[in-house]
């Protein structure tokens, strides 16, 4: 049995699920980009069709724009923190709908504007990994901790991302969305995890920056909950946290 110490307190444990955006990786740095170009190409198609959003744009998806219209922040109990990719799809087809475009070109048109701003993405690789998480995951190797990736993306996106920052080799299991029949709150993502790890969920900690991280380890049992919150003026949203850390240097993992 390793041990995973948090803020000096020490919990047994054998496994460590992650939530990917706003836990292993900066979440602004890599979707802000994205958010900005299909918003952008959202407004453009709206503007011909002589209508707009029904909201203020940031409130589309849960962002926050700078004057320039550069993504800076984000709702983290929104759209783009917290939706799959077909939830996001959902909202935003939802929008060209509302100006008179039928239901399944809406659709057609938001899957081809997510087509170019991923584009966009995967030619920039604006994936940054969060100060202290490698020598973190380094110290679960070294103890035996099994690792898995529980994410609200898709399962080969994150494989992606993981791979573009080096990671991938951490983790035992990488589960997304299309793993599972319910997303997070819902516990299935973290029961099919501690399966696959080969581990009761007694025996696991949840680690992620939103409050349906929290929710779906607490109602599969898993041992703790901890919230990740670099800037602790964005942490209220973490209601249901049994923890809640500023960065993974309050985190070490030893072999008890």
């Known amino acids: 049995m390793s041990e995973l110490i948090v803020q000096g307190m020490r919990y047994p444990c054998r496994g460590i699920l992650f939530d990917k955006d706003g836990t292993l990786l900066d979440f602004i740095q890599l979707w802000g980009p ?119 993306d898709s399962t080969e996106a994150a494989q992606e991302h993981l791979e573009w920052m080096g990671l991938t080799p951490y983790f035992d299991v990488i589960i997304g969305h299309d793993r599972v029949t319910y997303g997070k709150p819902d516990p299935e993502m973290a029961e099919k995890a501690c399966e696959l790890l080969g581990l009761s969920p007694l025996d696991v900690v949840v680690i992620g920056d939103s409050n349906g991280d929290m929710q779906m380890g607490k109602r599969a049992g898993v041992r703790l909950a901890i919230g990740f919150a670099p800037e602790p003026e964005r942490s209220r949203h973490l209601l249901d946290a049994d923890k809640v850390v500023r960065g993974y240097e309050e985190l070490e993992v030893r072999r008890a």
Do not use: C
């Open 34 to 152: 994205w958010a900005r170009s299909i918003l952008d190409m959202m407004e453009q198609h709206l503007a011909v069709a002589g209508a707009g959003f029904t909201m203020e744009k940031g409130d589309v998806l849960g962002t926050v724009h700078d004057q320039e219209g550069r993504v800076i922040g984000y709702d983290p109990s929104g759209p783009l923190a917290m939706g799959t990719v077909d939830e996001s799809t959902g909202v935003l087809a939802w929008q060209l709908y509302t100006a008179g475009i039928p239901w399944n070109e809406a659709v057609q048109l938001v899957r081809e504007f997510n087509k170019t701003a991923m584009a966009d993405v995967r030619r920039q690789r604006a994936a940054k990994v969060f100060p202290g998480l490698r020598t973190l995951l380094e110290q679960s190797r070294r103890a035996g901790m099994k690792l898995a990736v529980v994410t609200s």
